[in-house]
């Protein structure tokens, strides 16, 4: 057993789930525990049980046969301690709560299992003086400075198989299928799952959409003896016109709109090609479920490596995967940035080399 920088540390998941969130927590707490002897404080529900003080020592039975389990053992919320923060009745700020159950549990540091928020306010974290290491999880795949993150894999195939099985009732009764998948801010997802399903149409939100372009596509193939159509549809993508919005405007605009997006786009296809539509949102479904056998060695191999940046006392970074190296990246490079998909990226230059349009 090696020496160590660390003898005790926590760790907690924050964001939205995502597959292989209880691979990671396995992967860190296994390796510092076997071969650091380190201690393990898991943190219930995010920032937020950080906060609260609620967490518990874990021991080697909590790691049984979680590699294979969706969700998180630990549970998550989207608590933001830095974003307007009240005192509580004591006058004490979410910073200082959390700095005194970081002393009150002797922590020599602190894991943070999360996308683009989880390691923004783990950056913070570290900066105010909490040694901090994060995991880049995200089935959006949109974390800066990783090639991927853990979570996406599987989100892929749930959305792969949901289409590939639309397409089977779309040819059945000759329909444009408008399928909604996640993807925010960054059309990874929508994008992977798109070319993979054999979408004819994939609207991202890096490419403002023209509804009369996707439709002189659609009718192209009709005349073509191709009597229906998939369209896979990003949650942020975004028209032209609202493309030219501010940012204010435009969140505002969604805010108000009584339906998510793929159900406009389905009005807007059928009022432009006189064909029918139906919509299907897929939502929770791609979070949910077992891990693909993919996520599952790349959250263990991420908690492994966070293990040993432990010992070393390597803080202040997020594991991550460049060129098929495992490295540490700094937080601050990290925080507040999304990483979207480039109109250069191969896949989705090898989707318009087969003829899917992306509505522009």
């Not at 608590?79 to 200082?96: M, Q, R, V």
Request: hydrophobic residues 40%; positive net charge.
């Amino acid at each position: 057993m090696e020496n160590s920088k660390v003898k005790r540390f926590g760790i907690l998941t924050s964001g939205g789930d995502a597959p292989g969130l209880n691979a990671a927590i396995r992967g860190v707490a296994r390796t510092a525990m076997e071969q650091y002897g380190m201690e393990v404080i898991g943190i219930e529900n995010g920032y937020r049980g950080l906060i609260e003080g609620k967490g518990r020592k874990l021991n080697s039975e909590d790691f049984s046969g979680i590699l294979t389990r969706g969700g998180t053992i630990l549970g998550t919320s989207r608590e933001k301690p830095f974003k307007n923060p009240i005192p509580n009745k004591d006058g004490k700020y979410p910073l200082d709560l959390i700095k005194e159950n970081y002393k009150k549990w002797n922590l020599d540091a602190l894991v943070v299992l999360g996308g683009n928020g989880t390691n923004t306010t783990g950056n913070l974290l570290f900066q105010k003086g909490l040694n901090v290491i994060g995991l880049p999880k995200t089935i959006d795949n949109d974390l800066v400075h990783t090639d991927v993150t853990f979570g996406f894999h599987t989100a892929v195939d749930v959305a792969t198989e949901a289409i590939d099985r639309i397409h089977t009732t779309a040819h059945s009764h000759n329909r444009i299928m408008v399928v909604e998948v996640m993807g925010h801010k960054a059309g990874w997802l929508g994008l992977y799952a798109g070319v993979a399903g054999g979408g004819d149409v994939i609207l991202l939100p890096e490419i403002p959409y023209n509804i009369e372009s996707i439709a002189r596509h659609l009718k192209k193939r009709q005349n073509e003896g191709k009597e229906f159509s998939i369209v896979v549809v990003a949650e942020g993508a975004l028209s032209e016109k609202e493309y030219l919005l501010d940012k204010k405007t435009f969140k505002k605009a969604r805010k108000e709109m009584p339906y998510s997006i793929a159900y406009r786009v389905a009005h807007e296809l059928e009022e432009a090609t006189g064909l029918e539509s139906r919509v299907t949102v897929l939502g929770y479904l791609q979070r949910g479920g077992t891990p693909a056998p993919y996520d599952r060695a790349l959250a263990t191999v991420f908690g492994t490596a966070a293990a040993h940046m432990l010992a070393k006392g390597d803080f202040g970074k997020m594991v991550a995967l460049q060129n098929g190296k495992v490295i540490g990246v700094p937080l601050c490079e990290v925080a507040g940035k999304i990483k979207k998909v480039p109109l250069n990226d191969k896949m989705l230059l090898a989707g318009r080399e087969v003829g899917t349009c992306f509505g522009d």
